[in-house]
């Protein structure tokens, strides 16, 4: 606050003399003049009475004293002759004086020779009978002549001489009241002409107070009016010269101060609103240029945004055109696998499919991370079991692992639920990427994956799943570029371990699509942990674990170990191979049992799957060969590699419910297969037959479980025409897988039934037999129950020759097939947009 500047003035008046009471200027003039009035004649009345109560007591003294020295010669004589008598009546000569209220005349030896008293007064006590005479005699001669004594009398004393000394003295005693009378008279009439005064006094000043009064009203009034309407134009007139002339120039002076101030600062408010218009202008046009930049950027956003739909679109459209040749390649490098060529050619096919395989696995991602980016993704919720997931998941991984020889292992912690509901595919996405990094970067050591339950929420889990290894490990300035699309830690990491760079920024979307995250940590030369967290709904239709499992995970010693699968559909070789490439096995393919037998003679394998019935020799004929062979301890069969003697053979059939499980092993088989087998059963075997886990009876049990059989069974009643739960199998492969299988299936169903008509009307009941098994066959495995069953009926008709009734049992079968195709194509379709 800006501080007042320190200016001289004069003093206020006291608070009395400014009357608080009067609130009128003119009202304090009136009643100031008539105090003035006042009290100057209350001073003249003073004087004068003063002077007057003086001037009588002179006056008094003087004729007193004048009398007093007339009575003290006339009595001289009398006090000579001591003749009291005639002293006493010239004493009484003082009654014509009313004013003298006693006399005494005193001797010089004290005695009291006369006396006079105004009749009716009493004697002076000091004069009477018993006085002390003496005494009053020598106060008055100190006294000298005379003594005041006020409010009651005057005490003149005169020595009275005889014969040239002072023979007595004479006292006279006069009553003063006659001053006061005088001095009343005076009061009463000074106080009438005070009356007088002060009225004319009023008159005059509330008549002339306006000289003074209305110059100030004056002013008073225009500041009123000033300060009401804010006119700081107005002026008050200057009446005179006086202070109040000085006060209302001044007044005025301030006035046209202010008025000039104001001028200045409209000047100024109007420079300052001329100021605003401008940058408001300024503003409007900055706005507007604004806006069409937003506008401008919205589009450029549109079209970025549909550019990206369009990448999106562009990308998903491509991969999917580039996947259905991929697949034709990777179909015709299986087969090639199959076919006898030489060492050399052999390897071609392998690097050709090698190749493929990631080529097709890029692509996967690219379509993956376009889907995540246009939010085309849609995560599902499906019951499942984790623990298996997990376990599965790591099994996959066991054979790679093994051979880079590093150790796989698993830690599923206490607590860890089992029955959960979520997107499996997805999740098993992410664990398949950090797994397969982290083999890919550790050389030497281990890598374990550790599943954890973060969190219990009343409807889901946190789950933690950390994958470590004693790998290369990160740069920390690298840990969260490696999370960006197309990044590597280093860029000579895609020479030396290929990839994308895609692999960590789909799992991190997915892992926050999933409700959890993806988080590293890493030290270089020491290895890296990756954690990622999901959350999963409780419950599902999983079977139920008790929830204190510990540790299910396990490593199987697979290396070294080889797989030949025996199998003429091509739907089934799909299956068969797709789930031993998912449990990290790759295996090799024969299409009948001489094939198998020429295979087996070559290098030798460890285990067998088998199909049964196929063209040129069926698996049943196979293996008495094989097991004939063995017993011969025949050359063309080599010993097994690390095996208990001789090759495992595990039959695949679709006739498991007819008994012919039994026929199988009579044959010489060790275990089978019921279609539609699933992963588990497929890794049972492989466990039970290579890793030596379980005994033969515990497996035996997996695959003569109720899933298949009771499956057959449920179709001869009441069943979908295809079981989802055999698609789901073949769908967790990995992605595409069913897509793939379909669409072999499709095609070669529409010609198996083209064959099966053509053999019918060429009465050929042996082709209807063979076709209706493969078809039988490749339905079984896509869980086409109802459609299998028929195809078993008609290859029964057409091995019994019963064309007629071949005839309507194909007839019916073509019905079934007709929904079959429908369901699969809709599958098929399904499974393409997911992936
Ligand atoms: P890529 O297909 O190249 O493996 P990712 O997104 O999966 O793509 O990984 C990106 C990069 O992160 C890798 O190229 C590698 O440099 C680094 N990285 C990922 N996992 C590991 C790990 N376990 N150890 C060391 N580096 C890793």
Not at 29 to 37: D, E, G, N, Q, R
Not at 205 to 221: E, I, K, T
Not at 308 to 336: D, V
Request: glycine residues 8%; contains cysteine; aromatic residues 6%.
């Amino acid at each position: 606050m800006k501080k007042g500047k320190n200016v001289q003035v004069r003093r206020r008046a006291p608070t009395l003399l400014r009357l608080p009471f009067c609130r009128k200027i003119t009202t304090k003039i009136t009643m100031l003049v008539m105090a003035v009035c006042i009290f100057v004649l209350a001073l003249s009345f003073l004087g004068v009475i003063v002077i007057e109560a003086l001037h009588a007591r002179a006056e008094l003294l003087s004729k007193q004293s004048a009398l007093a020295d007339t009575i003290a010669y006339n009595v001289a004589p009398a006090v000579i002759f001591d003749d009291p008598v005639a002293a006493g009546k010239t004493l009484a000569s003082l009654q014509a004086d009313t004013q003298i209220n006693n006399a005494y005349l005193v001797t010089s030896d004290n005695r009291v020779f006369a006396r006079y008293a105004r009749k009716g007064l009493a004697e002076d006590p000091r004069f009477g009978p018993k006085a002390d005479f003496r005494r009053a005699i020598n106060e008055m001669r100190r006294e000298s002549t005379a003594i005041w004594r006020w409010g009651r009398d005057l005490e003149v004393v005169r020595p009275v001489m005889g014969e040239g000394s002072e023979i007595g003295r004479i006292v006279v005693v006069s009553d003063v009241m006659i001053i006061y009378q005088k001095l009343r008279v005076i009061l009463f009439g000074f106080m009438a002409i005070m009356a007088g005064a002060v009225l004319v006094a009023w008159f005059l000043a509330s008549r002339m107070q306006h000289l003074v009064s209305a110059p100030l009203l004056h002013l008073s009034d225009v500041m009123r009016q000033v300060s009401r309407t804010k006119e700081y134009s107005l002026r008050a007139e200057v009446a005179d010269n006086d202070e109040i002339g000085e006060l209302v120039t001044g007044f005025n002076t301030m006035l046209e101060q202010v008025e000039a101030r104001d001028t200045r600062l409209a000047a100024h408010r109007e420079e300052l609103e001329r100021e605003v218009e401008l940058r408001t202008l300024e503003l409007r046009e900055t706005n507007q240029k604004l806006h069409e930049t937003v506008d401008e950027l919205r589009l450029a956003k549109k079209s970025a945004e549909d550019a990206s739909q369009a990448k999106s679109m562009f990308l998903a459209n491509m991969s999917h055109e580039i996947r259905t040749p991929l697949n034709g390649i990777l179909g015709m490098a299986e087969l090639l696998f199959t076919a006898d060529l030489p060492e050399k050619q052999h390897c071609f096919v392998r690097t050709l499919h090698g190749s493929a395989v990631s080529l097709l696995d890029i692509i996967d991602d690219i379509l993956d991370s376009s889907k995540i980016e246009a939010g085309k993704l849609e995560l599902e919720s499906i019951p499942f079991d984790l623990h298996d997931l997990v376990g599965e998941t790591m099994d996959t991984f066991a054979l790679a692992a093994q051979r880079k020889g590093v150790g796989l292992l698993c830690d599923m912690e206490k607590g860890v639920p089992a029955s959960v509901q979520g997107d499996a595919v997805r999740l098993r996405q992410v664990l398949v990427n950090l797994i397969n990094n982290a083999l890919k970067f550790t050389e030497k050591g281990e890598v374990r994956v550790s599943a954890g339950l973060a969190e219990e929420g009343e409807v889901d889990y946190l789950i933690t799943l950390a994958v470590r290894d004693t790998g290369i490990g990160i740069p920390p300035d690298k840990l969260e570029y490696i999370f960006e699309s197309f990044n590597q830690a280093d860029g000579s990491t895609s020479r030396k371990y290929g990839g994308s760079g895609l692999g960590l920024t789909i799992s991190r979307q997915l892992a926050h699509l999933m409700g959890g995250g993806l988080e590293v940590k890493s030290a270089v030369g020491v290895g890296s942990v990756f954690t990622f967290s999901v959350r999963l709904r409780k419950g599902g239709a999983a079977e139920a674990r008790p929830a204190e499992t510990g540790p299910v995970c396990r490593q199987w010693d697979l290396s070294g170990r080889r797989v030949l699968v025996v199998e003429d559909n091509p739907v089934n070789q799909k299956v068969a191979l797709g789930m031993l490439n998912a449990l990290g096995m790759s295996a090799d393919l024969a299409v009948n049992g001489k094939e198998a037998m020429a295979a087996l003679a070559k290098s030798g394998y460890d285990l067998v799957f088998m199909d049964c019935q196929m063209p040129v020799m069926d698996g049943y004929e196979a293996t008495r060969l094989i097991r004939e062979k063995e017993a011969n301890g025949h050359e063309g069969l080599p010993a097994r590699p690390g095996g208990k003697g001789r090759t495992a053979i595990v039959g695949i059939t679709a006739n498991a419910m007819k008994g012919e499980g039994a026929k199988l092993l009579a044959c010489g088989m060790d275990d089978y297969l019921a279609k539609p087998y699933t992963l588990a059963q497929m890794r049972t075997m492989l466990s039970t037959w290579l890793a030596g886990e379980d005994d033969q009876e515990e497996s035996l049990a997996v695959a003569d479980g109720p899933s298949p059989e009771g499956a057959f069974a449920a179709g001869e009643q009441e069943l979908d025409d295809v079981d989802r739960s055999a698609l789901d199998e073949i769908s967790r492969l990995r992605k595409g897988a069913l897509s793939e299988v379909i669409e072999t299936y499709l095609a070669t169903s529409v010609t198996s039934i083209d064959t099966m008509r053509a053999a019918l009307a060429a009465n050929d009941g042996a082709g209807v037999a063979f076709t209706a098994h493969g078809l039988k066959s490749s339905s079984a495995m896509l869980g086409a129950h109802r459609l299998a069953a028929h195809c078993d009926e008609l290859e029964t008709l057409g091995k019994a020759t019963a064309l007629d009734d071949a005839f309507m049992a194909l007839e019916a079968l073509e019905q079934v097939y007709l929904r079959v195709r429908n369901t699969l194509e809709k599958e098929m379709l399904s499974d393409r947009e997911n992936t």
